[in-house]
């Protein structure tokens, strides 16, 4: 599943192709995302200038400035940019390209989602008030996002510092595999109660989840080429993980046996001796 690093990578790549750029067309080869396409929208984006693109948790946003498209990758999608200039505009879409924006200089970007979980949408009210957007926590990247903000946020909290963290309400952009290796790199074992943890391991946590976000972001930077004649996908989504999905092995950095356990649906590995609750 894209996380935040390869949403973030995927709006830096994408923007310098699309930014500036007029609307000339939209392609609906399958509206059937996590929410309907809205089948109105080729007529509403035709000859619209995209202003800007950003991101916003998960969302890339295109600025047109009447309203704001927002694109989802949600489980399986990608974007990928066919410059008008080469040949590639003459590829034919294939099954799982459902959306096309075509451009007034040719250009065209083109989502791919085999599993159509992601999604296309337009809103017409200021982008920050959209009902998937105004409930969101803070951006984990910015300064809103520190010890003390996540000490008031948390101090009442009876449930796991895990299930808290990957609470987009809490903070942004904090998926399965991030979070467990945050809580690694902090100290903090996942089922920590969140209102237990002082503001001196709340400030490690807070760093260990810019620092990691940080790194990717950066590891996908060398991969900005690739959202142009390709496939669309960033190729640095294998990393070395230091627990996550290494339940049997022994820690990197003390040797114990990295345990896995469930929380939430969702699996958890720690190391029962450098993690505490
Ligand atoms: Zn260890």
């Not at 990197?252 to 190391?271: D, E, V």
């Amino acid at each position: 599943m894209p996380e935040l690093p390869e949403v973030e990578t995927t709006v830096r790549g994408i923007a310098p192709y699309i930014s500036g750029q007029s609307i000339a067309a939209t392609v609906i080869r399958n509206a059937q995302m996590r929410w309907p396409i809205p089948d109105k929208l080729p007529e509403l984006l035709s000859g619209l200038t995209i202003c800007t693109v950003s991101r916003r948790a998960k969302y890339i946003l295109l600025d047109c400035g009447v309203g704001t498209l927002l694109l989802h990758l949600g489980m399986s999608g990608s974007l990928r940019v066919l410059p008008g200039d080469s040949l590639q505009c003459l590829e034919l879409p294939e099954k799982h390209d459902h959306f096309d924006l075509i451009l007034k200089n040719k250009t065209v970007l083109r989502l791919r989602d085999p599993r159509r979980f992601g999604a296309v949408l337009w809103s017409s009210v200021p982008i920050s008030q959209h009902s998937l957007l105004k409930h969101l926590g803070p951006e984990p990247l910015t300064v809103d996002f520190n010890a003390e903000y996540l000490f008031q946020r948390l101090h009442a909290s009876r449930s796991s510092i895990k299930q808290n963290i990957m609470n987009n309400q809490v903070v942004v952009g904090i998926g399965n595999i991030y979070a467990n290796e945050v809580l690694f790199l902090s100290g903090i074992n996942p089922e920590a109660i969140a209102g237990s943890i002082g503001k001196k391991r709340l400030e490690k946590l807070a760093d260990a989840i810019k620092t990691t976000l940080q790194l990717a972001i950066e590891a996908g930077g060398s991969s900005l080429r690739d959202f142009v004649n390709s496939d669309g996908r960033p190729g640095y989504f294998q990393q070395h993980y230091w627990v996550y999905g290494r339940s049997g092995q022994s820690c990197k950095k003390c040797r114990n046996i990295i345990q896995q356990i469930k929380q939430g649906q969702r699996s958890s590995f720690y190391c029962p001796n450098c993690q505490r609750a």
